[in-house]
């Protein structure tokens, strides 16, 4: 059974930096692709980034690519996300999610997380 929790998120300003964390506390996280997605008030959950089985191939939503990192330790059972360069437009609940392929649509992946806000002012 897989059980994500995030943390991490928090308030901070534009330009600063923030990584969340996203835990799995059952046995199987190697067997998951792994995702963040994000949902500001109002609108629909959105791709952010996703990351293979093993640490290596990863894929960014354009909004976030060259700002944000997904990356995943295995041992730890924990996939991260650290966002540079924020923007209030990053503003949102992040979820993190486990699939079986590296998807950007909700319904691929299997596993939610409950969420963590991230808010940045500017």
């Known amino acids: 059974q897989v059980q994500l929790v995030e943390s991490g998120g928090g308030m901070v300003q534009a330009g600063d930096s923030l990584r969340l964390s996203c835990v799995d506390s059952?046995?199987?996280?190697?067997?998951?692709?792994m995702a963040w997605f994000r949902q500001a008030p109002g609108q629909e959950r959105e791709f952010v980034a996703t990351?293979?089985?093993?640490?290596?191939?990863?894929y960014y939503a354009g909004s976030v690519k060259g700002r944000f990192t997904i990356s995943r330790d295995n041992a730890k059972n924990t996939v991260y996300l650290h966002m540079s360069r924020l923007k209030p437009e990053d503003t949102a609940v992040y979820y993190c999610?486990?699939?079986?392929?590296?998807?950007?649509?909700?319904?691929?992946?299997?596993?939610w997380g409950q969420g963590t806000q991230v808010t940045v002012s500017s």
């Open positions: 990351c293979s089985r093993n640490p290596g191939n990863t």
């Open positions: 059952g046995r199987t996280f190697s067997q998951y692709t």
């Open positions: 999610a486990a699939g079986l392929t590296m998807a950007t649509q909700r319904h691929e992946y299997l596993y």
